[in-house]
């Protein structure tokens, strides 16, 4: 395993997106910024309530976009400088795996694209990891997936988990493949495009093991390899699980999960104005 | 306008809608469709466009704008971003991008700052057909009329609103004496003057204007100048075309 501080060879300066970080960034804060001069210098007699209220809409999703750009910047930032180190703990994978999914119903309505989950039968299972570094490499799998899906498309992820203990997250969807066409293009506008080099990253640096494939069926399958705590401790015996939650950092934890999905998924053409409860 | 993002148009659309003097087409997020729709004969004045479209980037667009035979080509207007803020440089004579000036980046700092620079963008036509006209004509013929090259740059500026060619003296010479109150003898005069005084100096810039268009030792009619100026300032090659142009003024001078 390597260094914790050694970021992996995607993950380099030269491979830094500066122009997209740059053009994603520009853009929304150029949205925030004319909506706001329309919304303040033209009169508001005889403007439709309707066009006040899309101009605060635009102002709300550039702003979850922006908020989403500068937190992959400086996640990708913090590998680069090598600082960075996974902060391990006991989470609840099931449990994360299911409020993930909170939203299939919005999504249906929104996207047309259909969400499951299977955890194989089980109902809780606990693995030693990054809360965070987690929660990011889950929201960017899926919002992947999501993005790839056309109209009547189809997203499930699934867990299963072997006799040992470790465990098998997958994301897979019949959408438009990892291979560069025109409706790949389409697809994926928009962002800054750090999505699988932080989610490949974090991986790294939790000895987790991520592939991506395209099956000949089509869509794309994303498979996350888990390491069990006995292969954790054995790889990385200085490993110091964090304090165990209280019930408020539990309640924080569940707060931080929603508002990260909601502005994850605000990002994806067609849900941006969903209300995810 | 066409973006790939609609959403991010609508500023600008509210804005220009409730501002007045505007007449708002359709959204495009595809620039195909775009391109059809214009070649069905969607007509246009102003495309305002972001850097990226769902299908393409907009310099591809735009190339793929210069291969459509339309009987005019629409200003295109790019909201400048991050790219474009750094853009290539354009080289005029190597660029078949940049014929004469009907695209320009606008930068998105301020709704009203948009507004009024689309207002100038009307009449920024005629100034910067002018501007390259008079170039031509101080390095080729050094002395002339400012009447002249007024005469030579309003025609041009006719022809480049129509694809195919026109009529010398009936379509192109007739608006222009019309606007100077003049005959159509007159224009005529005062450009066989500007080729005269080219011919007269005898530059190498008109020497090389002239083999490149093929006139060899001939010096060119007014119909050939105004023709090969417009093809000049477009950077398209001379063709055979230009050829026939000669067959069909000779029919026109008949007349």
Known sequence: MSKPNTPSKDMTWENFPR?????????????????????????????????????????????????????????MLACLQGDFSPAWEQVELCGLLRSLCAGQAQILEGLGVRLELDCGGVEDFYVQADRECLLQICLHLLSNALRACAQGGHVSISLSVTPEESCTLCFADDGCGIQQSPDNYSRFLGGSGAGLTLCREYCRLMGWQLELDSPSSGGTRASVQILSQAELRRNNPEVALCEPDSPWERMRQESQLRYRLALELHCIPGLETVEFK | MASYDLRGLRVYRSYLTELGGFALGKSYRMGRELLQDLEAGLCCDILLMDEKLADMHAFEFLRRLHQCRLPRLPQVVMLSGWESSRARPFSLAADPLHPAGNYCIMDSYSLSDMAQSLSVLYDLDLEQLTRRCRSLCEEWAGQFSETDCAYLVESVQIAFQ??????????????????????????????????????????????????????????PSTGELIYSVKALLQNNTPSLEEGALRRDEQTEHTF
């Open chain 2, 162 to 219: 129509c694809r195919r060619k026109m009529a010398i003296r009936k379509e192109i010479l007739l608006p222009v004496s019309k606007r100077h109150k003049v005959t159509i003898s007159a224009v005529d005069s005062g450009i066989r003057r500007l080729i005269e005084a080219s011919e007269k100096e005898g530059r190498p810039s008109w020497q090389a204007f002239k083999q490149s268009f093929r006139f060899k030792t001939q010096r």
């Open chain 1, 19 to 75: 122009d997209r970080f740059a053009e994603e960034c520009f853009r929304a804060l150029s949205s925030i910024k004319l909506n706001c001069e329309y919304l303040r210098h033209l009169p508001e007699s005889g403007r439709d309530q309707a066009q006040n209220a899309e101009a605060l809409e635009d102002i709300a999703v550039s702003s979850a976009r922006l908020e989403r750009s500068l937190r992959e910047m400086m996640a």
